[in-house]
């Protein structure tokens, strides 16, 4: 079993930032991909920002040159530092861990950019 552990979301305005953590405890070993995905009001889950089982990165459109997605194995962490973050990135981020054929999803953490 896989715990994940969301944090840092908040109420912010527009042009601000915020850090959102993701640790993962329990049956964490070798190369696993992790990501961010969102939800926003009245629409479906996607993918934000993910690092790949091999190190690659990857990122929404949307997102990019804005968003910077790093992952820190010593302590099985991954962090989403946001910035000049805008109306439209409100919604409920989740962290997901992919161990083999499992998928693992945190409890979501809220991020509300007031305009």
């Known amino acids: 079993q896989v715990q994940l552990v969301e944090s840092g979301g908040g109420l912010v305005q527009a042009g601000g930032s915020l850090r959102l953590s993701c640790a993962a405890s329990g ?16 629409k479906q889950r996607e993918l934000v920002a993910a690092v790949t089982s091999g190190g690659g990165t990857i990122y929404t ?3 990019k040159d804005r968003f910077t997605i790093s992952r820190d194995n010593r302590r099985n962490t991954l962090y ?5 973050l805008k109306a439209e990135d409100t919604a409920v981020y989740y962290c997901k861990v992919v161990i083999g054929v499992y998928d693992y999803w945190g409890q979501g953490t809220q991020v509300t950019v007031s305009s």
């Open 27 to 42: 049956s964490i070993f070798g190369r696993y991909f992790m990501g961010w995905y969102r939800q926003p009001p009245g």
């Open 80 to 84: 989403l530092q946001m910035s000049s």
């Open 61 to 63: 459109d949307s997102v």
